[in-house]
């Protein structure tokens, strides 16, 4: 146990030694996050706080791997697969992330890096390849490699989509690790539980520094890299014959970031919005635009966390026979959580949509053209007849151009023009699910409010 706790020690040290350097670094070469319509933050902070997380968390076991004299531990680290997916792989998914919070990287190419890299630990043995239940075994055959990546990429982008507010990405991180931790512990898996330490001290280390306020934030360096190692390790750790405890386990204890990530792309799907366009509707966000501060929402939302690492904790030690009613209580809680943020009404009002024709498409561009000739006074007499309460125009900056009528600081939708821009159309009622039709409107209309902007018509 020793070693463990060395490895925790070790990597917390180094953050909290390192962190403050890295933060004037960022500083001097304006590696910053800048304020814009999506932040809710005030000022530039650094970004690059995922140097030193995954730095940290590499570094115990490597020194390990250099310095140990028991043969045990000699083979326990110094395996190809775990030197080429684990150390490898977590050190170039950083390095991605690190070239995007610096310059910037398509989501297109991040995401296919992503799937590649997530193949590549299938390849050498990072798969989930089937689920041993107390009916038999299921085995995934050919489907091992769509479901191991399909496990990786997801569990990298809801880190990375959680990484919005003041200390959160960070401390659901600290809670996943330690349930990482004692799952390896459990099954044997000395590896596993080496760099479950390791990482738990990184970010309780990076923690003293990203709690609100925060001095540094990890970016997508950061983000990522967790997001990562911790869907490896969960596979390696959780791995004695793939039972239903070590599938549930993970999932279980990652259930805030993976509900958040899997309401996004039910909210974008409902909305009609490209997947990959950011919004301020996360789970967090909802609760800011309830009142609350965000050190308010950040220990709420851990002690969700808290409640969801006692669930898997439990978990563990049960037999997969008896997890019927651990899966019963989590899916409780999250149905009464989603239903509290006002999720379920998107189910409440789904409904179909044909096709666009090719007149209609005809149509929709004499639309676009006559939108931008409107005058403010025109917009306004439009918009009155449409389930509004009130509309606003908000910069990249984040700054409010224009703003007419009332607002609603839950019931929203953001509508994004030129790339960071976004106009924001407040609802009577609830935002109700869009269909295809409806969501090409609603651009052209905010099209048309932003060229009335632009044009200097809206004063």
């Given at each position: ?11 917390f ?11 004037k ?20 902070i ?42 490898g ?67 990298i ?20 690790s ?11 898996h ?38 990562y ?22 999932i ?20 009609n ?7 301020k ?10 009142g ?5 929402v ?13 669930l ?6 049960l037999?997969d ?90 019931q ?5 023009y ?6 924001r ?18 651009e ?12 200097n018509?809206?004063k």
């Amino acid at each position: 146990m020793a070693i463990y706790l060395l490895s925790f020690l070790a990597s917390f040290t180094f953050l909290v030694i390192v962190t403050p350097f890295i933060i004037k670094m960022g500083i001097k070469y304006n590696i910053v996050d800048q304020v814009n319509s999506r932040k809710i933050h005030r000022g530039k902070i650094p970004r690059i706080g995922g140097i030193g997380i995954t730095i940290g968390t590499l570094l115990a076991p490597v020194i390990l791997l250099v310095t140990a004299t028991s043969p045990e531990w000699k083979e326990a680290l110094s395996g190809r697969s775990i030197m080429i997916v684990v150390i490898g792989g977590g050190g170039a998914i950083s390095l991605l992330g690190l070239i995007d919070d610096v310059w910037g990287v398509r989501a297109r190419w991040k995401f296919l890096f992503q799937i590649g890299i997530a193949s590549l630990a299938w390849y050498f043995g990072f798969s989930i390849t089937g689920i041993f239940t107390p009916f038999g075994a299921f085995e995934f055959g050919i489907f091992a490699l769509p479901v191991t990546v399909l496990w990786i990429v997801a569990i990298i982008n809801a880190f990375n989509l959680i990484d919005g507010i003041d200390g959160l990405s960070s401390g659901v991180a600290f809670f996943a690790s330690l349930t990482m931790f004692i799952l390896s512990m459990h099954n044997g898996h000395t590896f596993a539980a080496i760099f479950s330490a390791s990482m738990a001290g990184a970010v309780v280390g990076f923690l003293l520094f990203n709690f609100n306020p925060a001095k540094i934030f990890m970016g997508d360096s950061g983000s990522m890299f967790l997001g990562y190692m911790l869907a490896v390790i969960s596979i390696q750790g959780g791995n004695k014959g793939n039972t239903i405890i070590s599938i549930l386990v993970p999932i279980i204890a990652m259930g805030l970031p993976i509900l958040d990530t899997g309401m996004a792309i039910i909210r974008r799907f409902f909305r009609n919005q490209p997947l990959f366009q950011a919004d301020k509707q996360h789970i967090h966000h909802i609760l800011l635009n309830r009142g609350w501060t965000q050190r308010k929402v950040v220990i709420s939302l851990y002690g969700i966390t808290i409640l969801f690492t006692a669930l898997a904790l439990v978990t563990i030690f049960l037999k997969d026979s008896e997890v019927f009613l651990i899966v019963t209580v989590f899916s409780i809680i999250v149905f009464v959580f989603i239903t509290r943020l006002g999720y379920m009404n998107m189910f409440y009002n789904r409904f179909s949509q044909r096709k666009e024709n090719k007149l209609e498409s005809r149509l929709m561009q004499a639309y676009e053209i006559a939108m931008q000739s409107l005058s403010l006074a025109e917009i306004d007499k439009m918009v009155a007849e449409l389930p509004f309460v009130g509309w606003e125009v908000i910069s990249e900056s984040g700054k409010t151009l224009i703003k007419k009528g009332e607002d609603d600081p839950i019931q929203f939708l953001d509508i994004t023009y030129d790339k960071e821009g976004v106009v924001r159309f407040f609802w009577k009622e609830n935002v109700p699910t869009i269909n295809a039709r409806e969501a090409v409107l609603m651009e052209l209309l905010a099209k048309g409010i932003a060229h009335c902007i632009i044009e200097n018509r809206c004063k």
